[in-house]
T-cell receptor, first 112, second 117 residues
Framework: DGGITQSPKYLFRKEGQNVTLSCEQN?????MYWYRQDPGQGLRLIYY???????QKGDIAEGYSVSREKKESFPLTVTSAQKNPTAFYLC???????????FGQGTRLTVV | AQKVTQAQTEISVVEKEDVTLDCVYE???????LFWYKQPPSGELVFLIR??????QNEISGRYSWNFQKSTSSFNFTITASQVVDSAVYFC??????????????FGKGITLSVRP
């Protein structure tokens, strides 16, 4: 089945550690996105990528890093520089021309 | 700057009632796209509708209907004869042409809809 796969579903991290969230899509979409969702808040854009080996900062990129080495994959690293990383992280993908984005099922990250 | 406002935070209705979810947007662009997404308890966002700024026709899909009014910068969503399965968080979102990333979305804060049996 075509879709977006995020893993793991739940992730626990100790303060000071980096952690990487996986996002894979088999929809042959060009663009991929990472959003962060906090309770009672909408989704906020962290990073996005429109082509392989290129990506752009979103509204809240500080403390995060990404890579886009393959069209299918867009992993997100939450670094120790991110002051408040506990949140729900959603990955999405879309074709480039004003089409709807499709979302994965999310990763819930908790700092312990 | 672009902005999406969903003033209602939580709505509770009894099954079979009609309910309208409000969305007001701000944009400086003349070409833009509006979206509604549903987020059930599983967490995944489910696409419901996309509307471009040049198409103000209302749309109906089963029990769902959308009212787009550029004059009031609103894109409201109505569920007719609500059902328990409609319980979810609903997000309105905006994508502008000038951003360069065609599906880079600005979201409202979402409306939590609870439908009681």
């Amino acid at each position: 089945d075509g879709g977006i796969t995020q893993s793991p579903k739940y992730l626990f991290r100790k303060e000071g550690q980096n952690v990487t969230l996986s996002c894979e899509q088999n929809l042959n979409h060009d663009a991929m996105y990472w959003y962060r969702q906090d309770p009672g808040q909408g989704l906020r854009l962290i990073y996005y990528s429109q082509i392989v080996n290129d990506f752009q900062k979103g509204d809240i990129a500080e403390g995060y890093s990404v890579s886009r080495e393959k069209k299918e994959s867009f992993p997100l690293t939450v670094t120790s520089a991110q002051k408040n990383p506990t949140a729900f992280y959603l990955c999405a993908s879309s074709m480039l021309q004003y089409t709807e984005a499709f979302f994965g099922q999310g990763t819930r990250l908790t700092v312990v | 700057a672009q902005k999406v406002t969903q003033a209602q935070t939580e709505i509770s209705v009894v099954e079979k009632e009609d309910v309208t979810l409000d969305c007001v947007y701000e944009t400086r662009d003349t070409t833009y796209y509006l979206f509604w997404y549903k987020q059930p308890p599983s967490g995944e966002l489910v696409f419901l509708i996309r509307r471009n700024s040049f198409d103000e026709q209302n749309e109906i899909s089963g029990r769902y209907s959308w009212n787009f009014q550029k004059s009031t910068s609103s894109f409201n969503f109505t569920i007719t004869a609500s059902q328990v399965v409609d319980s979810a968080v609903y997000f309105c979102a905006l994508s502008e042409e000038y951003t360069g990333a065609n599906s880079k979305l600005t979201f409202g804060k979402g409306i939590t809809l609870s439908v009681r049996p």
